[in-house]
């Protein structure tokens, strides 16, 4: 089956910075997404990306099929932010390994 | 997007027990349901995935007699965990894919998740 790894595993950042994501799959992906995990299990959905970019306020996300692989883009990050964030694909939808974000005031 | 709600949030039951937990599409057809189950601090593992009308196929390793699924409707999928143990004690939750307004969409909505302790 399809393997995705994210990195990097634990990320620590203060308010207000910036940081990127990125998501690398084993095989060609048609129905990429990008998810937010809240503390309490919760998955929001950020993206569906399959190609090309997006824009969601401070968050974008790229996607270069060609390449297998997907880049998430935070920018001005808030407390709020904090949380594991995962992309999925593939017909089985196979998660990632995550990326724990943790924002500092 | 797309509304996904499952039931219960939480639940705690005793050994030998079963447990039901429900996946419900709220504004859309759900062609397709799959069930994770999620170990603190891991990534989410699939356990089967289900299609309406016919039978979920099961994941490498998981017993299919255990973790009992149906996708009955279009709208409906479910989850029993027969004769639970402490072992089964686990964050299980649901996603759907379909038929949204506008057309045939692929993208997964998840529902709240079920935490289950097993005493």
């Known amino acids: 089956g399809i393997q995705v790894e994210q990195s990097p595993p634990d990320l620590i950042l203060q308010e207000g910075a910036n940081s990127t994501l990125r998501c690398n799959f084993s095989d060609s992906v048609n129905n990429l997404q990008w998810f937010h995990q809240n503390p309490w299990g919760q998955l929001i959905n950020l993206f569906y990306i399959p190609s090309g970019t997006k824009q969601n306020g401070r968050l974008s996300a790229t996607t270069v099929a060609t390449e297998r692989y997907s880049l998430l883009y935070i920018s001005s990050s808030q407390t709020t932010d904090s949380g594991v964030y995962f992309c999925?694909?593939?017909?089985?939808?196979?998660f990632g390994t995550g990326t724990r974000l943790t924002i500092i005031p | 997007g797309a509304v996904v709600s499952q039931h219960p949030s939480r639940v705690i039951c005793k050994s030998g027990t079963s447990v039901k937990i429900e996946c419900r599409s709220l504004d859309f057809q759900a062609t397709t349901m799959f069930w994770y189950r999620q170990f603190p601090k891991q990534s989410l593992m699939l356990m089967a995935t289900s299609n309406e009308g016919s039978k979920a196929t099961y994941e490498q390793g998981v017993e299919k007699d255990k973790f009992l699924i149906n996708h009955a409707s279009l709208t409906l999928s479910t989850l029993t965990v027969t004769s639970a143990h402490p072992e089964d004690s686990s964050f299980y939750i649901c996603?759907?894919?379909?038929?949204?307004?506008?057309?045939?969409?692929?993208?997964?909505?998840f529902g709240q998740g079920t935490r289950l302790t097993v005493v």
């Open positions: 996603s759907a894919t379909g038929a949204l307004t506008g057309g045939w969409n692929t993208e997964a909505f």
């Open positions: 999925a694909g593939g017909e089985k939808l196979t």
